[in-house]
């Protein structure tokens, strides 16, 4: 079963610092997506990505986080000077139609920043 | 923007019973619900979806129905195990922008 990988499981990094998170989603696949989930409370989406330009980004994606896709295969998440509220499970995930299925979630990095 | 309620927040059952999970949607244009299970330490995982223009859709053990008039929809999971135990969260879905409720955590209990 094709996976989508998230590099680091973990990440501490201090307040003010800058974090890159990584995700290898499934190769044949076209929309990347990223999403955060503090702790015990719900999923919220970040952004999306298709066609290496954001098409949808959410409220709680402002100007300290961005995405880019370097390669044919990463998509990463980069949060410029990370506060304490930052802590979170980051979970990338992909899809390979637009909204026709549902989407293969990586297994996260949790981001603890202290 | 879309906004997702679902409940219960927990849900307890004894193995074999039943247990329905509700979620309401506030956008119409919305058009793909689909249900994700995340055990502990791990990524939400797509257990069973349905589209706009479906009302039911059950596959084994799990069915999702939709009510796009009232915009609801519902998982039913019956004979309930405790494999079944996890957080369950709804998401409603329109072109490329996924939202989900804020889950329901079901025990199982042998």
């Known amino acids: 079963e094709p996976e989508v990988t998230q590099t680091p499981s973990h990440q501490v990094t201090q307040m003010g610092q800058e974090v890159i998170l990584r995700c290898v989603p499934i190769?044949?696949?076209?929309?990347f997506y990223w999403y955060r989930q503090i702790l015990g409370q719900k999923v919220e989406f970040l952004v999306s990505f298709y066609n290496n330009e954001i098409s949808e980004k959410s409220e709680i994606f402002d100007d300290q986080f961005s995405v880019e896709r370097p390669d044919g295969s990463n998509f990463t998440l980069k949060i410029r000077s990370t506060k304490l509220e930052d802590s979170a499970m980051y979970f990338c995930a992909s899809s390979e139609l637009q909204g026709a299925r549902g989407y293969t979630f990586g297994s996260g990095t949790r981001l603890t920043v202290v | 923007g879309e906004n997702v309620e679902q409940h219960p927040s927990t849900l307890s059952v004894q193995e074999g019973d039943s247990a329905v999970i509700k979620c309401t949607y506030s956008?119409?244009?919305?058009?793909?619900f689909p249900w994700y299970k995340q055990e502990l330490g791990k990524g939400p995982q797509l257990i069973i979806d349905i589209r706009s223009n479906v009302g039911e859709k059950k596959d084994q053990r799990i069915a999702v129905t939709l009510n796009k008039t009232a915009k609801h929809f519902s998982l039913h999971i019956t004979e309930t195990q405790p494999e079944d135990s996890a957080v369950y969260f709804c998401a409603a879905n329109k072109v490329d922008d996924m939202r989900f409720g804020a889950g329901t955590r079901l025990t199982v209990k042998p």
């Open positions: 956008d119409s244009a919305s058009n793909y």
């Open positions: 190769s044949n696949h076209l929309y």
